[in-house]
DNA sequence: GGCTCATACTGTAACGTTACAGTTGGATTG
DNA sequence: CAATCCAACTGTAACGTTACAGTATGAGCC
């Protein structure tokens, strides 16, 4: 640019005195600031931030030297109106529930993986009491956020189904049966419960029960097929468990459990399909005498560190909900750009059983 | 209003085409929608919908109904870059902390006392690496909440003094002390700690031990002050455990706790600061093949229903974080509608100590 | 009949950003 | 040497809202 139009510029903005210049004493610096100092168009410095192919490179250095210098961040309002981006995800997360630490889980490893990209993360609560359709058509109707992440899937989804009607980028936590292609991730849980009926079985277990989600949710059948194919191959037998589920109030768990456990014959082992559920059962059979990892064997997955605090012996797969919720993150993300769905699918299929918790009777002797 | 002035407004309106009505089909209805509907001007509508006292009664109804029926919701965008209020409450969370589901009730009551309000919550990271500043600068610098909700409060607090000293809406989970008044909730843990070493007493324990939190926490002090006056009413014994507190991870805790049951005399009872310190103590003293109950009893908060679930008996009072929640996101609203600090200071006195979960022995045998 | 006054409305400008359609000045071309 | 082209910049308008400073209308008063 040439010399003389810069100083045309400044006498020009000196002349409009301080209060059109964009400079006001503790104000937030915005493209007009930046401009006024570099003695550019508002435009260009809006073109030169964002390393736009029609700006001198000379330019475009001055520009985001200054930017950083006064701490420039671009007004979220004023992109917002322009663009309609909102720089911003919803996480729709059920309140009611009260299972362990995995939300907390889930919302770190969003953050962690926001951390470091434009979006904020935006929590939009629903009650159990209320149509889990209203946060996902809130969101939807009035543009609160460029993405939405949703949990608690059945097969046959209605918020899936009109989020994909809507064109709204989104990803799923769990799969849906619907014969329609959307980003999501999900625990292998038939992996889970096949690999655990198989430890079982290993065990000497022969009478399994399972304590699955409720039916309602797409990974009940995942959850009770692997058991089921678990029992063919190993010839177990099943005992039914179908009063409890692991969405219950972990009181009403434990009531079923010892009536589970008070039956003539009761199971030898159960597959827990949560971590919660777990401290029901062991809590239950511990009430009826049984003995962890003598009388019964348990496997559930170790979704919270709380587990391995368990003192007998439990048998537990590692779920990490924190990845999901990188894994989760990432997709809305790739969503948002673009990408094709069918690429931001991803199955965590868990490792094997593994014993957790310290030997059921203790070597040590207190002094 | 005259007839004929809306008619000319209708006709001008219509000759400028349906690009300009605001109408366009499937568009988000906007004030400039409702005021072509109407035959008002924006600026009408906009107070109408206010309810401002130089609109007219039937013309507010007018619009309000129109309004309601074209699904009309005030664009989130416009309004803040237009007023600077955004409408958005930050709560600030450390995503390390894997303890427990303690961080969900607070969501969960946060967002409860949000539901009805024009707020939305937005969660702001932080990782325990990071300045515990860096997220509060970066909200009150770049305006993107109204008001901010801070844990993990130390007595002189460097985020609280910045808050203040900016005029920044806020509250905080815990107290400080510095001779500032601020918006904060907090749970009586003098109260808790002194009941709790009472309770021990009354259960003829005398070798007590404090699980505390980390010292640079207000809330150490309140503990071990209230741990301390109940071992002087009580005339208990106090042993040392510094070497561990409720905020470390859980594997450590129990690490810790081990170190001290295998002394020549360890404790026969427990003040534990937190409910997921109560599991690390339990799978210690377990371990160590102290009894529950009979050598040994242990008082923790029963911060999630989890603490039901302890075969052994344990005595709890009762934490309620969604109840903290609440309280917190009522105390940043009326911060942020300006009223006094002092009046927004609630303390949650807890109940007195009580025995949870089931007997120490089974009394019934499996068949 | 002119005056004031209150009521009920109005248009304009601005918040900060970006899309779009220019404009400028110099270099390259036929 | 005029025509063309390109690089590097620019201003204007618009997103939806609200503060502000009006304006039109009719009533009430002297």
Redesign the pocket.
Known sequence: ?SARRKVD?MAKQESDGTQRSGLADGA?P???TIAFMTG?????V??ALKDAP???EE?KKRVKLIARQVGYR??RA??R???GKTNVISLVLNTDEQLMGFISDIISGVSEELADSPYHLILTPVSGHNDPMDPVRYVVETQSADGIIISQIEPNDARVRYLVEHGFPFATHGRTHMGIEHPWHDFDNHAFARQAVHALAKAGRRRLALLAPTPRLTYYRHMSDGFAEGLIETDAAELPFRDAWVDMPIEEIKAQALKLMRRPTPPDGIVCGSGAGAFALVSALEECGLRLGEDIDIVTKQSSRLVQMFRPRLLAVNEDFRRAGRELAKAVKASIAGADPTTLQTLYVPETVERVGQPPRPEFQGP
């Open positions: 640019m510029m937030r915005t493209l007009k550019l168009g508002v435009t260009t809006s073109r029609d700006i001198g330019t671009p007004n004023g992109v109106l322009r663009t």
